[in-house]
């Protein structure tokens, strides 16, 4: 059996009651450390608290592993019980659909059990969750390559009035271009974008495009670390968010569409007061 099983968005007790009978059952337990980051590390002994909690070492897959050794974990899965954990829920902001269609077709039974993800987790800022549009990830820039298919996306969405999530980069065990030419991997520190990166990239956009999608004065949402207990929810325009500091990662950010006045008083408790700028 291979079990894929959503931790949730807060620490390791987010985990459900079943998927935390699942992993106790399992013979191996991977972690998928590619698509997000988790809020809860390792402890001062040196041993996870994912680990404390489920009595079991926890295997960390990175892309590498997932994208090309999968058949190590399968071949597990064919003989014992399996745990693959992912942040948030299994099929939420990252869909790791690749491993089930590949354990099925291998004839492994697959349980997927669910959990909080950042996709129903927004619903907290009061903006209702079916008046989003299609969400959207915002990449780091580099001197080369300065992708904006997003802009369409986000236009699309402003154009029904409808509300935008942006998942912002994360980059983790990228291998840097200059290792790769000398054929030896070397990897680049793990880089995770910052609301003020990416509001600094969608205006960027704008003004090469020009098309008047969004500007400077535009109603946003800015979230980091959502889920958690330090979690950081604020409402104010593209400008206003630039000059707040969310801290750690990770962040994710919303371009509001047109509001009802029931989210707008949801909003209210997260807006930016101009004294406190």
Same mark, same amino acid.
């Given at each position: 059996m291979l079990y894929i099983v959503g931790l949730g968005l807060g620490d390791e007790r987010d985990i459900t009651l079943r998927g935390l009978e699942a992993v106790k059952q399992c013979h191996k337990v991977y972690i998928e450390a590619y698509t997000s980051l988790l809020s809860f590390g390792i402890s001062s002994d040196g041993l996870s608290t994912l680990e404390k909690l489920y009595g079991r070492p926890v295997i960390l897959a990175d892309r590498e592993m997932v994208e090309e050794k999968a058949d190590e974990i399968l071949s597990a899965a064919r003989v014992s019980d399996v745990a693959f954990l992912v942040v948030g829920d299994p099929f939420g902001a990252t869909t790791h659909t690749d491993l089930v269609v590949r354990a099925k077709k291998l004839g492994i039974e697959v349980r997927v059990i669910h959990n909080a993800s950042v996709m129903n987790a927004i619903g907290i800022c009061g903006l209702q969750l079916y008046r989003y549009g299609e969400t959207v990830s915002i990449p780091f820039f580099t001197q080369t390559w300065r992708p904006d298919s997003f802009y369409e996306k986000i236009q699309r969405n402003r154009n029904l009035g409808l509300h935008t999530l942006c998942l912002l980069d994360i980059r983790v065990k990228e291998p840097s271009l200059e290792s790769l030419?000398? $054929?030896?991997?070397?990897?680049?520190?793990?880089?995770?974008?910052?609301?003020?990166?990416?509001? &600094?990239?969608? /205006?960027?956009?704008?003004?090469?495009?020009?098309?008047s999608v969004y500007n400077e004065d535009t109603e946003c949402v800015g979230f980091?670390?959502?889920?958690?207990?330090?979690?950081?929810?604020?409402?104010?325009?593209?400008?206003?968010?630039?000059?707040?500091?969310? $801290?750690?990662?990770?962040?994710?950010?919303?371009?509001?569409?047109?509001?009802?006045?029931?989210? &707008?008083?949801? /909003?209210d408790f997260y807006r930016i007061r101009r004294e406190n700028l």
């Open positions: 030419c000398r $054929g030896k991997k070397q990897y680049e520190p793990p880089r995770y974008m910052t609301i003020k990166t990416a509001i &600094e990239q969608l /205006l960027e956009v704008e003004q090469a495009k020009g098309e980091a670390r959502l889920g958690s207990e330090d979690q950081i929810i604020v409402a104010g325009t593209m400008c206003q968010l630039q000059l707040i500091d969310f $801290g750690a990662p990770l962040h994710c950010l919303v371009i509001t569409g047109k509001t009802h006045p029931v989210e &707008e008083e949801m /909003l």
